[in-house]
């Protein structure tokens, strides 16, 4: 179902379709509020409409000021709070843009994002993601969550060929994700899985340095912790689905070897970027999410996700709550 969410964004009529479907799945106007108003100043704005995957009863009057200066805004109705994979496939399916691009509610994009995401996707690419930048640099504990989990994409980077993209936030041509049908929904969940599979079938993916975001990392270490143990759940769980019981056991078995091979990866991606001063104090941290992040996998591999995305989606919707100050702050504010 779709929302007129359009309707009383005075948008979406007598125009041309747009160019490019943004799926933000949150369940109110505040919680997507500071999203949307970096999407209102897009230079590609007008060629960009906005899907908000949420309760369509949660979306009443006027949308935040900036909205009207987009194509169009529309609400997929869904829950993204029982999941926020289920929830972005709704809103891909109700999307009318060639692409689509996932963003997040403690994601925010750089001016020129939409506009670098549109000319990439007009070369071979099936799916086209940003430069990650980390939005909260005072926290030495935001440096380590941001390596921990996109390290591969830290800023700065080299446009070129990949064979994987950070989940979230890259971009995809809709057709293809369309194609997976039922399935789609589970492979958001882990989107690694859906990028080997798309690389399997032919197709090519592609890191856009142009396009840059900005992502607000987790601070609360015990919150952090818990986040990359069901995030690992997810990929092993999603991983293994199918697999008979022996190989499911020799891969938890191998699990306590995952840290050590992704520390060494992670450490070569600071020494990249330039942020050795971070290390000394951020190690113990990057090295413990390393490891709880592994123990969710060999959860997952053993008896699969359970939960796991339902509890990962309050940490996308609600992220300034596990920010030291940032939840206080607003509130005094």
């Known amino acids: 179902m779709v929302a007129p969410a359009e309707a009383r964004a005075g948008q979406g009529t007598g125009k041309a379709e747009p160019e490019l479907s943004v799926i933000l799945a949150a369940d109110s106007y505040e919680i997507a509020a500071e999203t949307l108003g970096h999407l209102g100043r897009q230079t590609a704005r007008e060629r960009i409409e906005v899907v908000l995957a949420g309760p369509a009863e949660n979306f009443p009057g006027e949308p935040p000021a900036g909205c009207e200066r987009l194509h169009s805004l529309r609400v997929a109705d869904a829950d993204p709070r029982s999941s926020a994979p289920v929830a972005r496939a709704a809103g891909i399916r109700a999307a009318r843009a060639p692409v689509v691009a996932f963003s997040e509610t403690h994601c925010f994009p750089e001016p020129d994002w939409a506009e670098a995401l549109i000319a990439a996707h007009r070369g071979p690419w099936a799916a086209v993601s940003p430069e990650i930048h980390n939005e909260n640099p005072g926290s030495i504990a935001s440096w380590g969550h941001y390596f921990v989990d996109y390290a591969p994409w830290a800023a700065p980077l080299e446009s070129e060929e990949r064979t994987d993209l950070p989940g979230h936030n890259s971009s995809y041509k809709r057709e293809l994700l369309l194609a997976y049908g039922d399935r789609l929904p589970q492979l958001l969940e882990c989107e690694s899985i859906m990028h080997w599979d798309l690389r399997e079938h032919g ?11 900005h992502h ?3 601070t609360k270490l015990g919150s952090a912790a818990i986040e990359h143990f069901h995030n690992g759940r997810c990929f092993g769980g999603l991983r293994a689905r199918g697999w008979n019981p022996i190989r499911r056991l020799l891969y938890a078995a191998g699990s306590p070897l995952i840290p050590a091979i992704r520390l060494r990866r992670t450490l070569r991606d600071i020494r ?39 509890e990962m989606s309050k940490y996308e919707l609600d992220r300034d709550l596990y920010v030291d100050g940032l939840a206080e702050a607003r509130a005094g504010g």
């Open 203 to 213: 197709h090519r993916l592609y890191t856009e340095a142009a396009a840059k975001v």
């Open 216 to 218: 607000r990392n987790i």
């Open 272 to 310: 990249r970027t330039g942020h050795e001063e971070i290390l000394p104090r951020a190690l113990p941290m990057i090295v413990s999410s390393l490891i709880t992040h592994a123990l969710g996998e060999m959860t997952g591999y053993l008896i699969g996700t359970g939960g796991a995305a339902r």
